[in-house]
């Protein structure tokens, strides 16, 4: 039976981001698994909706004999620091190394694929590198991707294969874990690479258009099952995550498999025309004045997404422009402990709460002003009287379709309320994409009329089955709505900042 060694390095960063990734991030556990080694990295992964769950689960039922190395992840941010990443590199070449003499079949990566690091811009390529050094050309190294990675050239020239999700909200992680240990098992029958080709579109996604639960993504992902059905191919579209300021930042369409130039092209073909990327976004006040408009007769909640603020894509999930909005135009007094925010990263507001304790009130400063990519800080604190609703000590697991059985640890969090809007405040950073995360401070979303979540479309996988609406807003923060509002110095020039 082969043995494969596993290890995964997670990493999507935003380099207008103001926050960095150092070795602390990886090894929190508060929005990912804490950094682990060895056994206990198997164990402690096996059956959760990620990538190198699924590939355990395909690996178990083959017999295959696996060798877990380390396994790391950390919330996006702004660059992986040098030391956080040659800390994660070296431990995976370090074990590699190690099992070689006692025989090496192959590698997989659990990897994101849009991770760049002080030195690095290209950070899983310069893993990939090392590790071809290390074991040569002919072992077999398989790797699963997520949706936003901004795949390079040097990654598909080093891994036999490499295979990204389908879905946006990632529901299908584990499914993606499981494809790369098929491709996986496609090369060992083959005993040799498979066919590969691929090619990049020449503009930049917005965030918000590429959710596969709206158009056009939905009908371009049907489209590329169809096209692997029809000839056999594994294709993978990434969309990229668009604000990477390096020359290969861009969304990427590939395939394996014998049929891969012609299948790769036609999706390409599909997925290059730029009108049908075009998003719906509205400024914070326009947007809590619609949702307020459709609230008034709606049955189930409408969910305004935060999306500048979104702790998933490089913002720090403390801006307060939503919430100053809610309250400027007095949505929680129309509708008194039905609105809600969440997650509001400010650890100082929660442990005063603590100390409080349950029904005190409490004069406080919400929030933070953050360096925005306009030069311009984000809204000010939000300063006001505050009656402490609930506790909790932060230890939530996820029930969600997203990363369903993880445990993130948020440290102390509170429900705040404030003229009547409930806050989620945490501890620490993640972002609002599971119903639970505001269960943990007594907030039950579906009986809200408005929930503001600081997102951009991972929260659709368990809100969007239960709210009436869905609006898109752009308060100041981080992480620009539209790429082509970044200050990029280094895009490729062949690649549009707008489709």
């Keep these: 039976m082969p043995r494969i060694l596993i290890a995964g390095y997670q990493h999507e960063t935003n380099t207008f981001a103001p ?16 950094f682990i080694r060895g056994a206990a990295m198997q164990a402690a992964l ?3 909706n990620i990538p190198v769950g699924g590939f355990i689960d395909f690996a178990k039922a083959q017999g295959w004999t696996l060798l877990p190395s380390c396994w790391a992840g950390a919330i996006p941010s702004s660059y992986v620091t040098r030391d956080a990443f040659e800390r994660i590199a070296g ?16 590698i997989y990566l659990d990897l994101h694929g849009a991770a760049a690091a002080e030195h690095a811009d290209d950070s899983e ?22 949706l936003h990675a901004n795949v390079t050239h040097r990654m598909l020239a080093l891994a036999d294969a490499l ?4 879905t946006y909200p990632h529901v299908d992680m584990a499914a993606t874990g499981e494809r790369a240990a098929q491709l996986l098992a496609r090369r060992f029958a083959a005993g040799m690479r498979e066919t590969m080709h691929a090619r990049r579109l020449p503009f930049l996604i917005p965030l918000n258009a590429q959710s596969t639960w709206t158009e056009p993504a939905r009908r371009l992902y049907d489209e590329l099952a169809a096209l692997d059905r029809e000839t056999g191919t594994v294709l993978s579209f990434c969309m990229g995550f668009p604000a990477a300021d390096f020359e290969e930042c861009a969304p990427m369409v590939w395939g394996h498999g014998e049929g891969a130039a012609a299948a790769v092209e036609r999706l390409y073909a599909s997925a290059s025309e730029p009108t049908q990327w075009r998003q719906d976004v509205l400024p914070a006040r326009e947007a809590v004045a619609r949702a307020m408009a459709l609230a008034a007769t709606a049955s189930q909640p409408v969910v305004i997404a935060d999306t500048q603020d979104n702790p998933g894509a490089g913002g720090d999930s403390n801006t307060t422009g939503m919430l100053h909005a809610l309250l400027a135009q007095g949505a929680g007094r129309a509708h008194p402990g039905q609105v809600a925010l969440g997650l509001l990263f400010d650890a100082a507001a929660a442990r005063a709460a603590h100390e409080a304790g349950v029904g005190a009130t409490l004069d406080l400063a919400l929030g933070t002003a953050v360096p925005t990519y306009t030069g311009q800080p984000s ?6 009287r505050c009656t402490v609703r609930a506790l909790s000590d932060g230890v939530c697991t996820l029930s969600g379709p997203m990363m369903r059985g993880l445990t993130v640890r948020l440290g102390p969090c509170a429900c705040l309320e404030i003229e009547g809007v409930l806050v989620a405040v945490v501890s620490g950073k993640k972002q609002l994409l599971d119903r639970e995360l505001l269960r943990m401070v007594g907030i039950h979303s579906e009986r809200m009329k408005i929930v503001v979540v600081k997102s951009s479309n991972h929260f659709r996988a368990d809100f969007q089955p239960h709210a ?19 200050p990029w110095t280094r895009l490729g020039a062949g690649t549009r900042r707008r489709p």
């Excluded at 926050?19 to 804490?34: E, Q, V």
């Excluded at 390529?125 to 997520?146: F, N």
């Excluded at 009436?468 to 981080?478: D, E, Q």
């Design 19 to 34: 926050s960095r990734a150092d070795w602390a991030a990886f090894t929190r556990g508060d929005s990912f698994p804490a």
């Design 46 to 48: 096996t059956g959760i």
């Design 91 to 106: 431990a995976i070449c370090d074990d590699v190394a190690a099992a070689l003499p006692g025989g090496l079949d192959a």
């Design 125 to 146: 390529g310069e893993l990939l590198q090392r590790l071809r050094a290390l074991v040569g050309p002919a072992l077999p190294i398989v790797a699963s991707l997520d």
């Design 163 to 166: 295979v990204a999700y389908r």
């Design 379 to 384: 809204d000010p604190p939000l300063r006001g």
């Design 468 to 486: 009436s609406h869905i609006v898109i807003a752009k308060a100041a923060g981080p992480m620009a709505a539209d790429p082509g509002d970044l």
